[in-house]
């Protein structure tokens, strides 16, 4: 038995393989943060057909230790497939084995989005749906964090702005991403072409590289919670934001939705601007309107679960949703997906997992382009 997680998004410690068939692991710390709670990792030199059980013992301590229960681990024998893996918490300790079909397998917290997809990502989208390459920030380690534009329209009046992956566990909020492109590549859709005749699309597939690569869960390389970060951004410690803010500023932006994973609740749901300074009834009617067009739209979504509702005049203007929503007074939207399951519609082989996110952002397209002329 070796254990490795030396690769893109990976993050585990060996503490004890005294017993081969049973290793005692942790999860690191993301870096200069206290914060953790994503895995990843590769076992290998196993004798399939036997059983092997794999203890994460800090799970105790990490970001959200009340969300384990319930929780089941993502596993692949190629990194194309995953699979879950039924999992228990008890005492502090994250635990899921299985009798092994082949000599390796991976384990995460969730199916990963490798940074070269994301390259290849990028590819699809320049060369295969029309996007341009509109602006390119830095992470603080040199990362590129690209802006995408898709603008088919000249005279279009909407700017639909979709950022992902500013928490750099929450990987499927790429997959999210992808799923945007994927439908950005196809022709003969209508919907498509009567959104894209009146709004310009700007996309950040992955607004914290540095995080996503170094298996955070939480944080950037300085350590800060960009979605905490929208109040004070700088080019120290939070370029990825100051980037973003700076383009906002020079586009505008008339809906925003930023896509995140929830590790706790087993639902998909949105998070708005309620406790906004500058929210209206026009703001409250939109937000409505988006959210019920997403179920009559048979998307895999729900309102009845969530965060609690913010206080008027009391949101956290730090986060991305409330700051852009009150910036630009426009539509806003945190997206939230789970690391668990979408309870509405389990699937207990996938949990919730890159093929569902993907599927979710082609359906939140259906219902931008039924809401463009409202947006103003
Ligand atoms: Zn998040």
């Known amino acids: 038995m070796h254990i490795s997680s030396h690769f893109d998004s990976g993050n585990i410690e060996v503490h004890d393989l005294s017993n081969p068939q049973h290793p005692l692991l942790a999860m690191r710390k993301d870096l200069n943060s206290p914060h953790y709670q994503w895995f990843h990792f590769k076992a290998e ?19 959200y230790h009340w969300a384990w229960s319930g929780y089941n681990a993502a596993a692949s024998y190629d990194q194309k497939t995953w699979f879950r893996v039924p999992s228990t918490y008890a005492d502090g300790t994250l635990s899921f084995g299985l009798e092994v079909e082949q000599a390796q397998i991976w384990f ?19 060369f295969k749906a029309d996007a341009e390459l509109f602006a390119c920030g830095k992470s603080i380690e040199g990362r590129d964090i690209q802006l995408l534009r898709i603008s088919r329209n000249p005279h279009a009046q909407s700017k639909v702005w979709i950022i992902a992956q500013q928490h750099p566990g929450e990987h499927m909020a790429e997959w999210f991403m992808e799923g945007l492109i994927e439908r950005l590549k196809l022709r003969d859709d209508a919907e498509l072409d009567a959104l894209l005749s009146k709004a310009d699309l700007y996309l950040v597939p992955n ?5 996503a690569y170094r298996g955070h869960l939480r944080t950037n390389a300085a350590g800060k919670d960009l979605n905490r970060a929208w109040q004070s951004a700088n080019e120290a410690e939070s370029p990825e934001v100051f980037f973003i803010q700076q383009q906002m500023r020079k586009v505008g932006v008339d809906l925003f939705l930023d896509i995140h994973g929830d590790e706790e609740i087993p639902h998909v749901f949105t998070a708005a601007c309620e406790g906004n300074p500058g929210y209206t009834p026009r703001i409250a009617t939109l937000e409505n309107h988006f959210r019920q067009r997403l179920v009559a ?37 945190t997206i939230e997906m789970p690391f668990k399951d979408h ?12 093929k569902r996110s993907k599927q979710l952002a082609k359906d939140v397209l259906s219902v931008t382009a039924s809401m463009v002329d409202e947006l103003r």
């Not at 030199?45 to 970001?63: C, E, K």
């Open 108 to 126: 995460a917290y969730f199916e990963p989005y490798s940074r070269e997809r994301h390259d290849w990502l990028i590819d699809q989208a320049l």
């Open 207 to 211: 607004a914290n590289p540095d995080g």
């Open 343 to 354: 309870d509405d519609s389990p699937n207990p082989q996938t949990g919730w997992d890159g």
């Open 45 to 63: 030199d196993l004798t399939p057909g036997q059983r092997y059980d794999f203890s994460i013992t800090n799970a105790g301590g990490s970001a």
């Open 297 to 333: 739209n048979g998307a895999e979504f729900q309102t009845r679960y969530g965060y609690p509702r913010s206080e008027p005049g009391k949101a956290n203007m730090t986060l991305a949703c409330n700051a852009v929503g009150e910036e630009f007074d426009c539509l806003a939207f």
